[in-house]
């Protein structure tokens, strides 16, 4: 079993930065798959990014690519989220999850395994 716990979050203008951290108990973190999404207020939870066991793939969604980049360091049992250039529209809370498959990219939030509790991000305008 993984526990997650996200941090970082925070309120930021238009234009600036934010890292996000998601800290994971457990000896085989290093198997899951990590990923990102992000729900705003009244709408769906969407993805925003995955990185694959070993942290050689990455992946996007379209409205983040070029922007933020996912990391991860499974020595210390870390992933992280480096958010660039913030927009209004990133408003949202921002969930870390682990899941544990072979299939590549899992970018469908039912498809993970573990969630954190989530950080709030709020870009101001």
């Known amino acids: 079993q993984v526990q997650l716990v996200e941090s970082g979050g925070g309120l930021v203008q238009a234009g600036g930065s934010l890292r996000l951290s998601c800290a994971a108990s457990g000896r085989t973190f290093s198997s899951y798959v990590m990923g990102w999404f992000r729900q705003a207020p009244g709408k769906e939870r969407d993805f925003v990014a995955t990185?694959?066991?070993?942290?050689?793939?990455?992946y996007y969604a379209d409205a983040v690519k070029g922007r933020f980049t996912i990391s991860r360091d499974n020595a210390k049992n870390m992933v992280v989220l480096q958010m660039n250039s913030l927009k209004p529209e990133d408003t949202a809370v921002y969930y870390c999850?682990?899941?544990?498959?072979?299939?590549?990219?899992?970018?469908?939030?039912?498809?993970?395994?573990?969630w954190g509790q989530g950080t709030q991000v709020t870009v101001s305008s």
């Open positions: 999850a682990a899941q544990y498959s072979s299939n590549w990219p899992v970018v469908r939030g039912e498809d993970y395994d573990y």
């Open positions: 990185i694959s066991s070993s942290g050689r793939r990455t």
